[in-house]
């Protein structure tokens, strides 16, 4: 009889196959295809998302869903202009279509809200990696900020459940500890030394230093806006789809925020 993996193995060996595949996407690929792993992932995320929200309203999954993935698309054909423009039009349509569809008046303006909220919060915040790729040293950016949220979240993970005593934020995600989110930092300072010094990414030790904890930090509220969601909703995980993991949003939603904070970042101070 096989003896099944543990839920921490699990996460251990998906975490190492994404890994290998984003090196691989973001390193060997040009940047059409990372425009299409990011649209994948936003489809996704925006699926899980409405499924947690939505409720039984289908429609708005489904016009969510087509309108959200659509701005990684203006985003690599017409950049941060054009997209501004899209999601203007974006919101008009999503008022227009409450307009004439049979709902309870005292639910429109909430799901109007449900609605705009995962077309900004997940398709619009993620598209800004489309951005960074496209910057000077834009891979290794991507990198950066990937691996940076990996560590935190992988060490804030064991160091939590091995040392976790105070509740960081109890009502909101009961399992995350104060100990655990210092280990993360620990962890992503670590990575964003590594890079500074043996991958030659622009910056300073300062600025290297400086990055990790800001990302940690935004991070970290990026992580629990995603729980709040959840926990609105009584759900425990996004989805099922990478074991050990949960769902894609589940795996991503340290990265939401995080994005648009490195490429407004990268703009003002080093472009």
Do not use: C
């Not at 940076?148 to 091995?162: C, E, L, R």
């Amino acid at each position: 009889m096989k003896k099944e993996l543990s839920n921490g193995m699990k996460r251990i060996i998906t975490g190492i196959l994404l890994s290998l595949l984003l090196i691989f996407i973001v390193v060997f690929t040009k940047i059409f295809w990372f425009f299409a792993a990011v649209a994948l992932i936003v489809g996704l995320s925006l699926i899980e998302y409405y499924k947690i929200t939505a409720g039984q309203d289908k429609g708005l999954l489904i016009i969510g869903t087509l309108f959200g993935v659509m701005i990684p698309v203006v985003v690599y054909l017409a950049g941060l202009k054009g997209v501004l423009g899209y999601l203007t039009f974006v919101v008009f349509l999503v008022f227009i279509y409450y307009l004439f569809i049979h709902e309870p008046l005292a639910t429109v303006t909430s799901r109007i809200g449900v609605g705009i909220l995962g077309i900004i919060y997940i398709a619009f915040f993620i598209s800004h990696l489309i951005l960074i790729r496209d910057l000077e040293q834009g891979s290794l950016w991507i990198l950066f900020l990937v691996f940076i949220i990996a560590a935190n979240d992988t060490f804030a993970y064991y160091v939590g459940k091995k040392y976790g005593r105070r509740k960081l934020s109890p009502i909101v995600s009961p399992n995350k500890t104060v100990e655990g989110a210092v280990g993360g930092f620990v962890g992503g300072l670590l990575i964003a030394i590594a890079f500074q010094q043996f991958f030659l990414l622009k910056i300073t030790l300062i600025e290297a230093i400086t990055l990790s904890a800001f990302i940690g930090i935004i991070g970290q509220f990026s992580d629990l806006f995603e729980s709040l969601i959840k926990r609105s909703a009584d759900v425990k995980d996004s989805g099922s789809i990478l074991p050990g993991h949960g769902g894609v949003l589940d795996r991503i939603d340290s990265i939401i925020f995080p994005a648009p904070f490195l490429y407004y970042y990268i703009i003002i101070f080093k472009v």
